[in-house]
């Protein structure tokens, strides 16, 4: 059956007009929103079984690149083992399984025990996750958490490691735990809106019923973050929202006292909180856009002294305190660099990388007094590897690379840095891979992006990747505006009144592909995840004659609809992001890019967008209302396609076998729109 002779479903119109600031906006979808709805659900199902049947010639397609992105993987796998006290903690995969289990030894040479296995765990359900994985101080027993339905909310168990019993019952909707010794657990929870607010004390052997409530954070605005400082004398509990922190502590000697403040929250000033010795090491943008690094000491935390200054080139990203180190992450110029210092910050050095376009980040490190540094390094053509940095010395050991098991040879990859010119002058980067016999001409090729939350979308490794570079692809990232690759302005640039910037970096490094000749309009796909998605969105209504081919990973599409609606999860602590829609100034900017609203009648490009029924980040009718009004609008016979996981959420799928499935549908879609045959 040819595609042309399959009809989509077509969704109801139920128009919902929406008054604001004298503008009349008609959603004629807004019924999708109602999950309760048969309706609802059988058109998704609907648009699933089209999908499936436009796609239904490329199944042999995708079943190669399943099975060739599968081959890449190492089904029978090991971690390298954490150091953490007497034990080595480490993960394992086996032959076939979906999950790993997760298993620690003493020693190197010790016998395996295994602490979960994540296979057995996930019988009975289509998806599990494992959150939370904290072992106690005497290492005697493990907090864990299970998702098991896609919604990244956790329900967490306490497992005696000696008998293998479960303590205590379940505590439910959780976000993260930590101990404060062998016998007190701290935990915090979701409320309705999926915000992190609430933090528990847990102690062993008495029901979760009767746990008590530590804080409650009232501003809706605000999340909780929960760690445990590496020195293993504090509890940290940081609160946060787009334009601000706040640090609570707690001495783990002490779990019943009350927690103190380091500095109360300010608008616009963001501060993050280590531990050393006497003293707090306190990283802040107040002075210093890019962050700078202060000390002050635990028992007067006012009393400040400036370790390292604040850099107009520099972004300070985060900091790890060891007993004699203080390491500190850095961007410069779009790459991380990794600075090691004593822990006065006096004596630094830097980390020389092999590679001129790469990335390098902290692995799991563990232990307190160590001189050894994990960090995991790659590039677009160098596999993931875990590193060894003798912080005392200025070795580096290579403890084991990703193993591509039906073979990689990286001298057949170039990755260079492009520059694009936005409409404004501003220089974005753009990170590109090809095979290096790729013919220099025109060629196909699929554009990545982002930008937003200060996420940097890093140039790493990618077996998959493979599937497309050796069919001749070149794979590129636009580093635009709303991520922090150019430092805290290029984050500032590109998000509330300046979110277009977002929008027009990204055409202007799809043009500049085109202009030097690595691609064409007719051969240029372009891909973004949840709010790469609106990038997605308002990209291709702006310029729809510049891609072939979009895919559109669970878009968040409905920006003013979805920010007009406190109750939704997100939508209040968003305001900072995209701005309040009840603001008239925020709202004419989100009204002139918000995909929903600008569909235009004309042509579209081939376009593929996901859902997952259980997305709490960006729920499902999002992209279905996006869809149901795209067919309405669009005049040409290009594919328009939906795939909701009804199983799922923003993640998609869990096991690891189940998202290559997802990936080879997605590449098949955009072989199969860029017209390219096997």
Known sequence: MHRETIQPPVAMRKPVIIRLHGDEIVDEFAWLEDRNDPAVIAYLEAENAYAEAVMAPTAALRERLYHEMRGRIKEDDCSVPVPRGRYRYYTRTEQGAEYPLMCRKVGDDGPEEVLLDLNALATGYTFCRLGPYEP???????????????????????????????????????????????????YTVYDDAHRSYRLYRHVLGTSPANDVLIYEETDERFHLSLRRSR???????????????????????????????????????????????????IRTNDGAENFRLLRAPVSDPTNTVEILPGRDDTLLDRIDCFADYLVVYERRAGLRQIRISDPDGLNPRYIDFPEPVYTCQADVNVEFATDQLRLIYSSLVTPSSVISYDMRHGTWQVLKQEEIPSGYDPSLYVSERLTATAPDGAQVPISIVYRRDRPHQRGPCLLYGYGAYGYSYDPVFDSKRLSLLDRGFAVAIAHVRGGQELGRQWYEQGRLLHKP????????????????????????????????????????????????????????????????????????????????????????????????????????????VTAGLHDLQVPYWDPAKWVAKLRTMKTNDTMLLLRTNLQAGHSGHSGRFARLEEFAWEYAFILTALGIDQ
């Open 136 to 186: 106690s101080p005497d290492q005697q027993r493990l907090a864990y958490g299970l998702d098991t339905t896609g919604s990244i909310i956790f329900t967490l168990f306490i497992k005696d490691l000696v008998t293998g019993a479960v303590l205590d019952a379940p505590i439910e909707r959780v976000d993260e735990a930590q101990w404060a010794d062998d016998q007190t657990l701290f």
């Open 501 to 608: 910037n977002t929008f027009s970096d990204f055409i202007a490094c799809a043009e500049h592909l085109i202009a030097e000749g690595y691609t064409s309009p007719s051969q240029l796909a372009i891909n973004g995840r949840s709010a790469g998605g609106l990038l997605m969105g308002a990209v291709v209504n702006a310029r729809p004659d510049l891609f072939q081919a979009v895919v559109a990973g669970v878009p968040f599409t409905n920006v003013i609809i979805a920010m007009l609606k406190p109750d939704l999860p997100l939508t209040v602590t968003e305001w900072e992001q995209w701005g309040n829609p009840a603001i008239e100034n925020e709202y004419r900017v989100m009204r002139a890019y918000d995909p929903y609203l600008n569909i235009k009648s004309g042509q579209y490009p081939h376009i593929l």
């Open 231 to 281: 020195s293993g004398m504090y509890l940290l509990l940081t609160c946060y929202s787009h334009n601000g922190t706040e640090v609570h502590y707690l001495p783990t000697a002490t779990p019943f006292a009350e927690w103190q403040v380091i500095y109360p929250r300010r608008p616009q000033i963001e501060y993050f909180v280590d531990h050393h010795g006497d003293h707090f090491y």
